[in-house]
């Protein structure tokens, strides 16, 4: 038996790759490398029970046939979702973008399911699909929720498709909701976004948005720990989590101090105009973990730690150190 990871040359997909390795498990991994690198497999490729290829999950011919082989060799009987467009600006530009890399890919791969009778999926969503709802709190049963991202938008739109799918042939569907998760590889975010400018201009970082924009944000390590927790401990049909620091989390003033004292300490911060970075960015939340909490599961660091730590990675990434 074995498990399949779609986005697995990304961020969390790589990071949970090696994770269920080390556990044991049997991983086939596909990406379509638009946004992911095998650059970052390097640590998990030449496993003897890691298998990878390169699939467009929007084109659902050249999926089928792609799943169909190592389901063949070794029954999947679980799929992680990873695969999405996490280009957030550029889903606002070109609706389609999201349309396809995040919502197709996620009904191409419940209509594969269905045919190839595997059961149990694991989804990656998103603090997205609240919306902007300012200083609530955001519970897993707050509602309507409103996203102001097509991102968003297509994040919800999977998740209705797989609470629809369980009612037709799916046994089991775990939807875990991410926060800002940091670490390395980095491949996109603001700690990133703010070591290359610095790099490119050492005397001054250009923040967008008035360094107000204040999110909770979580070390990758412990997202995939939550995620492989939640599978362990949850019995319900259908699990899903936020998952995220237990506090109010950090602005984006913090980071950007943190990344400037790193990289280059007498550089000057020069912040912009409004609370919003850009359109479809959400510039304040305060996630609810406690349904996690509950099930028993809590981060061993905050926000500001996992900032902390995540400059260092980074910064150490981006020096080729």
């Not at 679980?78 to 530009?93: N, Q, T, V």
């Not at 909490?293 to 980074?314: F, H, I, T």
Request: aromatic share 8%; glycine share 8%; with cysteine.
């Amino acid at each position: 038996m074995s498990i399949l990871i779609t986005g697995v040359a990304g961020f969390v997909g790589c990071n949970l790759a090696a994770a269920m390795l080390e556990r044991g498990e049997e991983v086939v991994g596909f990406d379509n490398l638009s946004l992911g690198s095998t650059s970052n497999l390097k640590s998990v490729r030449g496993h003897p029970k890691f298998v990878f290829d390169v699939v467009d999950l929007a084109d659902i011919a050249a999926y089928r046939r792609a799943l169909r082989a190592p389901h063949s060799r070794s029954r999947i009987t679980e799929i992680w979702h990873l695969a999405a467009s996490s280009d957030i600006p550029a889903g606002i530009a070109d609706p389609q973008v999201d349309l396809r890399d995040t919502f197709l890919t996620t009904f191409n791969t419940l209509l594969l399911m269905k045919e190839l009778s595997i059961d149990t999926i694991a989804f990656a969503s998103s603090s997205a699909v609240y919306g902007d709802l300012g200083e609530r709190d955001l519970t897993e049963d707050i509602g309507p929720l409103l996203p102001i991202s097509n991102y968003g938008a297509m994040k919800l739109a999977s998740e209705g498709a797989i609470s629809a799918a369980l009612e037709s042939h799916l046994h089991r569907a775990f939807i875990f909701r991410f926060p800002n998760v940091v670490g390395v590889p980095a491949t996109h975010g603001v700690i990133l976004d703010f070591i290359r400018k610095l790099r490119a201009t050492p005397g001054k970082l250009e923040v967008l948005g008035d360094g107000a924009q204040q999110k909770s944000y979580l070390h990758v390590d412990e997202l995939v720990d939550a995620m492989l927790f939640i599978r362990r401990r949850s019995s319900d049909k259908l699990s899903y989590y936020n998952i995220g620091a237990d506090d109010k989390g950090v602005s984006v003033r913090y980071i950007a101090e943190q990344v400037v004292e790193r990289i280059a300490p007498d550089a000057r911060i020069a912040f912009g105009q409004g609370s919003k970075g850009w359109v479809g960015d959400v510039p304040k939340f305060i996630y609810s973990t406690a349904k996690l909490s509950n099930l028993g599961w809590r981060p061993a660091l905050g926000s500001a730690q996992a900032v902390l730590k995540a400059v260092g990675e980074v910064a150490a990434q981006e020096s080729g150190k």
